[in-house]
């Protein structure tokens, strides 16, 4: 029986609930009639306990091993966020150096900061887009050989933009040389099942593959696991850092929603749909006149479920207006030369029609050329972010900012990957760099919240 039928039942047994959570699942409450109150339970008799599973929620992490392909499993209710964290507090063991991509998200820049790690960057190609290109075996072999005492190598495949590295011969040089393999897949929980030649990491050789299964596949925010398969991280320390990391109080709504969507990796009609969505999709825009959805060459595979979209003589912000205001879709992220527009499980044949009919109908324009962004080269490291982050700060205008040491983080939200963290100096053209980029209306965050033209930095 899935973990949502057991609360359906218990919701109806007639026990008077004296325990948490204090709505009593009494939906009398209008703002909670709606939001399956009535199945909200906390850890009563009989419903098991995340952190000390022995029934019904250590059956369903087993099954999820089993359908992935991994030794353990462990669900988490913070999002990948959570699973991240857990994963390089597992692997660090005392050590102070990390390998990371510097296209990472800035959750393994907050683990790098509260493990006052140093980190040593992986900075993949960038297409002419503007996105990051993968990782390659050669990128991995070079780094290691610089900085062999590293606790764990961290990359993320696939990236926000769907570019997947090769993992297979990734984990191979990190195994050669004792490192343990973290890969952060929180937009590929898909993967195996929707393209069965693009394999999980999981089945790649990745010690530790973190996934969102809220990104793509039918399930609640937030809702996420992680997978471990490795003789270098034990299942029992990672399960330890999890319970770290995770609310000792979990949702058994996301919990029961993580459950059902493990169960529909089955549902093989579900993924034949999906892979039909999108193949009608990128063939109408093989048909469009200015409108394209671009595949990244040269890169070692590409997970065709993202779709890139281009439109000639338009920014990304541009566009972003049409197909909002003129076509009523919602794109996922805003770059400056593209819009990234994510498909899913979910996805209907009203909202895949509506799509195809946008981008047949998307105006023509007339105007420059897309810029060709610079390549990113990462800023210099005086300190640890550890050590900037607890420094004493100050804050100063952002444009009178460079030659300053760094003690904010700041990034474009999504993808939520750092152009600047603690520690860096501030370059006169990173400073010309980010000023463009709120200009052009992107939406720029720091440590502390929305961008608002300053920044904080290590006082003098």
């Known amino acids: 029986m899935r973990l949502f039928e057991i609360l359906k039942k218990y919701s109806k047994d007639g026990r008077h609930p004296y325990?948490?959570?204090?709505?009593?699942?009494?939906?009398?409450?209008?703002?909670?009639?709606?939001?399956?109150?009535?199945i909200d339970f906390t850890e009563i008799d009989g419903l098991d306990n995340l952190h000390a599973p022995d029934g019904i929620l250590l059956e369903a992490q087993r099954y999820a091993a089993e359908i992935y392909g991994a030794d353990s499993s462990f669900f988490l209710v913070n999002g990948s966020t959570g699973g991240i964290l857990s994963a390089i507090?597992?692997?660090?063991?005392?050590?102070?150096?990390?390998?990371?991509?510097?296209?990472?998200?800035?959750?393994?820049?907050?683990?790098?900061?509260?493990?006052?790690?140093?980190?040593?960057?992986?900075?993949p190609r960038v297409s002419e887009e503007g996105f990051f290109l993968d990782i390659t075996q050669d990128d991995i072999k070079s780094a290691i050989e610089k900085n062999p005492s590293v606790c764990a190598?961290?990359?993320?495949?696939?990236?926000?933009?769907?570019?997947?590295?090769?993992?297979?011969?990734?984990?191979?040089?990190?195994?050669?040389?004792?490192?343990?393999?973290?890969?952060?897949?929180?937009?590929?929980?898909?993967?195996?099942?929707?393209?069965s030649d693009i394999k999980s990491p999981v089945e790649c050789g990745a010690d530790v593959t973190i996934m969102s299964l809220h990104k793509t596949?039918?399930?609640?925010?937030?809702?996420?696991?992680?997978?471990?398969?490795?003789?270098?991280?034990?299942?029992?320390?990672?399960?330890?850092?999890?319970?770290?990391?995770?609310?000792?109080?979990?949702?058994?709504?996301?919990?029961?929603?993580i459950d059902g969507c493990v169960h529909?990796?089955?549902?093989?009609?579900?993924?034949?749909?999906?892979?039909?969505?999108?193949?009608?999709?990128?063939?109408?825009?093989?048909?469009?006149?200015?409108?394209?959805?671009?595949?990244?060459?040269?890169?070692f595979a590409y997970d065709e479920s993202k779709l890139i979209v281009t439109a000639d003589g338009y920014s990304g912000e541009e566009l972003s207006g049409i197909l909002r205001k003129r076509f009523n879709i919602e794109p996922e992220m805003v770059a400056e030369n593209y819009v990234l527009l994510m498909t899913g499980a979910g996805d209907s044949d009203e909202m895949t029609d509506a799509l195809c009919d946008a981008i047949?109908?998307?105006?023509?324009?007339?105007?420059?050329?897309?810029?060709?962004?610079?390549?990113?080269?990462?800023?210099?490291?005086?300190?640890?972010?550890?050590?900037?982050?607890?420094?004493?700060?100050e804050k100063v205008s952002f444009a009178d900012a460079a030659g300053r040491i760094s003690a904010d983080t700041i990034m474009c939200y999504p993808p939520g990957i750092p152009l600047l963290v603690?520690?860096?100096?501030?370059?006169?053209?990173?400073?010309?760099?980010?000023?463009?980029?709120?200009?052009?209306?992107?939406?720029?965050?720091?440590?502390?919240?929305?961008?608002?033209g300053t920044i904080s930095v290590v006082k003098k």
């Open 217 to 257: 596949l039918p399930s609640l925010t937030q809702t996420a696991i992680v997978h471990v398969k490795s003789s270098l991280i034990s299942a029992e320390d990672l399960q330890a850092a999890v319970a770290v990391f995770e609310t000792s109080s979990p949702s058994y709504i996301f919990m029961a929603s």
């Open 422 to 452: 603690p520690g860096e100096f501030i370059s006169h053209e990173l400073v010309e760099k980010i000023t463009d980029l709120a200009e052009q209306g992107l939406n720029i965050l720091t440590s502390r919240g929305s961008y608002d």
């Open 19 to 38: 325990h948490m959570p204090g709505h009593k699942r009494n939906t009398d409450f209008d703002y909670l009639r709606d939001l399956s109150a009535e």
């Open 153 to 195: 190598v961290v990359i993320t495949s696939p990236s926000f933009d769907g570019v997947i590295s090769d993992i297979s011969a990734i984990a191979e040089i990190c195994h050669n040389n004792n490192i343990p393999l973290i890969v952060d897949a929180a937009h590929g929980a898909h993967l195996g099942f929707l393209d």
């Open 264 to 299: 529909e990796m089955q549902n093989k009609k579900m993924f034949l749909a999906w892979r039909e969505r999108i193949k009608k999709i990128r063939q109408t825009a093989e048909k469009a006149e200015n409108v394209h959805i671009l595949t990244p060459n040269g890169v």
């Open 89 to 123: 507090y597992s692997a660090a063991k005392g050590k102070k150096d990390i390998l990371i991509a510097r296209n990472c998200h800035k959750s393994v820049y907050n683990a790098v900061s509260l493990l006052n790690l140093r980190p040593f960057y992986l900075v």
């Open 360 to 393: 047949v109908s998307v105006p023509q324009k007339n105007g420059q050329k897309q810029r060709i962004p610079e390549v990113f080269e990462c800023p210099q490291a005086a300190m640890t972010p550890s050590d900037a982050a607890i420094s004493e700060k």
